[in-house]
């Protein structure tokens, strides 16, 4: 990357703040609307007109705000196990009369926060111990703290599993599949006793190649060096994190809501119309969800270009090309980590096939050692959050767990 384009994007990005920062006037005169006909007190507040501007607002500061790292929210004790510069091990667990099998619940990096897996953590904390990779925004991290790139997840990972070993369970939700598949692969091969009992892979790009969606797309249309000199930047000097190079949050949200677009102002449109007839609960659980999505976070430029180049560009998992530190990673290496896949029909973002390709490339497996779900009427979201997740899917990975401790 040459040197005006560094200068330009470090620009965009304090322009993106300053945009933020411009928009107070009208955040600060949503606020007053929302304080005056919002009050209960004032009887302009029941009529039409009155519901009509508040709601307004509400959608507003909604869509105008922005958001930090939510709150976890869990009925659980929470505890931080391991703290490193790029990633917190945190503890979800309960009081019980019995030992439950513990699971390492490894969160994507791609640009939400952990806690987008709350409802995925307080289902299955009912009969686990839970612990979860909480991802620090890049953007907080000095850069004197070093790199996190690929190889870094993978070695985070291994890292966890040695520590809760040698009995620990691994889950990973969506994009950590070919990393967690890469750590298991490397530990079997080096007879490691932490490697862990069963791996739970749901709705991840194991091999990207197998049914294309719209991400998978357009990581083929344009070479790595598009995606580096476009989409990544550096850190302004007044964060923490200044001079690292990110591939930010805020473009990271614009490519998820420009995916479905329609659907997203829909729900807004939705949000307004239930607010103003008085519908505050469906409306408020829009607000939830959105409070939700539209929380992200930094990600390193050098892990976000590593996975774009070998998961979804050169497919180095699938084609037995990926190394780490200099290792070649054999899948057919794992051969006593038992292996539950688990896809949603309507998925999106990694379709159907793409996480299950994971059964043939871990090909020294036993039949009893493996099974697939197949979810039928979820997405992408569906697999591991809603009323489908704590029905059907997670009762069938607790039972998978079970007869694998």
Same mark, same amino acid.
């Given at each position: 990357?040459?040197?005006?384009?560094?200068?330009?994007?470090?620009?965009?990005?304090?322009?993106?703040?300053?945009?933020?920062?411009?928009?107070?006037?009208?955040?600060?005169?949503?606020?007053?609307?929302?304080?005056?006909?919002?009050?209960?007190?004032?009887?302009?507040?029941?009529?039409?007109?009155?519901?009509?501007?508040?709601?307004?607002?509400?959608?507003?500061?909604?869509?105008?705000?922005?958001?930090?790292?939510? &709150?976890?929210?869990?009925?659980?004790?929470?505890?931080?196990?391991?703290?490193?510069?790029?990633?917190?091990?945190?503890?979800?667990?309960?009081?019980?009369?019995? &030992?439950?099998?513990?699971?390492?619940?490894?969160?994507?990096?791609?640009?939400?926060?952990?806690?987008?897996?709350?409802?995925?953590?307080?289902?299955?904390? &009912?009969?686990?111990?839970?612990?979860?990779?909480?991802?620090?925004?890049?953007?907080?991290?000095?850069?004197?703290?070093?790199?996190?790139?690929?190889?870094?997840?993978?070695?985070?990972?291994?890292?966890?599993?040695?520590?809760?070993?040698?009995?620990?369970?691994?889950?990973?939700?969506?994009?950590?599949?070919?990393?967690?598949? +890469?750590?298991? !692969?490397?530990? +079997?091969?080096?007879?490691?006793?932490?490697?862990?009992?069963?791996?739970?892979?749901?709705?991840?790009?194991?091999?990207?190649?197998?049914?294309?969606?719209?991400?998978?797309?357009?990581?083929?249309?344009?070479?790595?060096?598009?995606?580096?000199?476009?989409?990544?930047?550096?850190?302004?000097?007044?964060?923490?994190?200044?001079?690292?190079?990110?591939?930010?949050?805020?473009?990271?949200?614009?490519?998820?809501?420009?995916?479905?677009?329609?659907?997203?102002?829909?729900?807004?449109?939705?949000?307004?119309?239930?607010?103003?007839?008085?519908?505050?609960?469906?409306?408020? +659980?829009?607000?939830?969800?959105?409070?939700?999505?539209?929380?992200?976070?930094?990600?390193?430029?050098?892990?976000?270009?590593?996975?774009?180049?070998?998961?979804?560009?050169?497919?180095?998992?699938?084609?037995?090309?990926?190394?780490?530190?200099?290792?070649?990673?054999?899948?057919?290496?794992?051969?006593?980590?038992?292996?539950?896949?688990?896809?949603?029909?309507?998925?999106?973002?990694?379709?159907?096939?793409?996480?299950?390709?994971?059964?043939?490339?871990?090909?020294?497996?036993?039949?009893?050692?493996?099974?697939?779900?197949?979810?039928?009427?979820?997405?992408?979201?569906?697999?591991?959050?809603?009323?489908?997740?704590?029905? !059907?899917?997670?009762?069938?990975?607790? !039972?998978?767990?079970?007869?694998?401790?």
């Amino acid at each position: 990357m040459n040197r005006s384009s560094k200068s330009r994007h470090t620009i965009e990005y304090g322009v993106y703040d300053a945009g933020y920062l411009t928009m107070s006037p009208l955040r600060w005169s949503a606020a007053a609307a929302q304080a005056v006909f919002g009050n209960p007190f004032n009887p302009f507040a029941y009529t039409l007109p009155g519901r009509m501007i508040n709601a307004s607002a509400d959608v507003f500061t909604s869509v105008a705000k922005r958001r930090g790292k939510p &709150a976890w929210g869990i009925d659980a004790a929470q505890d931080v196990i391991d703290e490193r510069p790029f990633c917190r091990l945190v503890r979800f667990s309960r009081e019980r009369a019995v &030992a439950v099998p513990r699971i390492l619940l490894v969160a994507p990096m791609s640009g939400h926060y952990a806690t987008l897996l709350r409802g995925t953590v307080e289902a299955l904390v &009912a009969d686990h111990d839970v612990y979860v990779t909480d991802w620090v925004d890049a953007r907080e991290v000095p850069l004197k703290t070093g790199v996190f790139d690929l190889e870094s997840y993978i070695e985070y990972t291994m890292d966890y599993l040695r520590l809760l070993g040698p009995d620990v369970h691994v889950m990973a939700v969506c994009q950590p599949a070919p990393a967690v598949l +890469a750590a298991v !692969a490397l530990m +079997a091969a080096h007879g490691d006793a932490a490697v862990p009992r069963s791996m739970i892979l749901m709705g991840g790009p194991v091999d990207t190649r197998l049914h294309p969606t719209a991400p998978t797309k357009i990581a083929k249309a344009y070479a790595l060096e598009w995606f580096e000199r476009e989409l990544t930047t550096r850190v302004p000097a007044y964060y923490p994190g200044g001079g690292r190079r990110v591939y930010p949050g805020f473009m990271q949200l614009s490519a998820f809501i420009s995916m479905n677009a329609t659907r997203h102002i829909d729900a807004h449109i939705k949000m307004y119309n239930e607010l103003v007839r008085g519908d505050g609960e469906s409306a408020a +659980a829009r607000q939830t969800f959105y409070d939700e999505y539209l929380s992200v976070m930094d990600v390193t430029a050098e892990y976000y270009l590593q996975t774009i180049d070998h998961i979804f560009q050169r497919h180095s998992l699938p084609l037995g090309t990926l190394t780490w530190r200099g290792e070649r990673v054999d899948l057919s290496a794992i051969d006593s980590t038992a292996l539950l896949t688990v896809e949603g029909e309507l998925d999106d973002i990694s379709a159907p096939g793409q996480t299950l390709a994971a059964q043939t490339l871990c090909s020294s497996l036993r039949d009893t050692q493996r099974d697939h779900l197949l979810q039928p009427g979820v997405g992408h979201y569906g697999i591991f959050n809603g009323r489908r997740w704590r029905e !059907a899917i997670m009762p069938r990975i607790s !039972a998978f767990v079970h007869q694998h401790a």
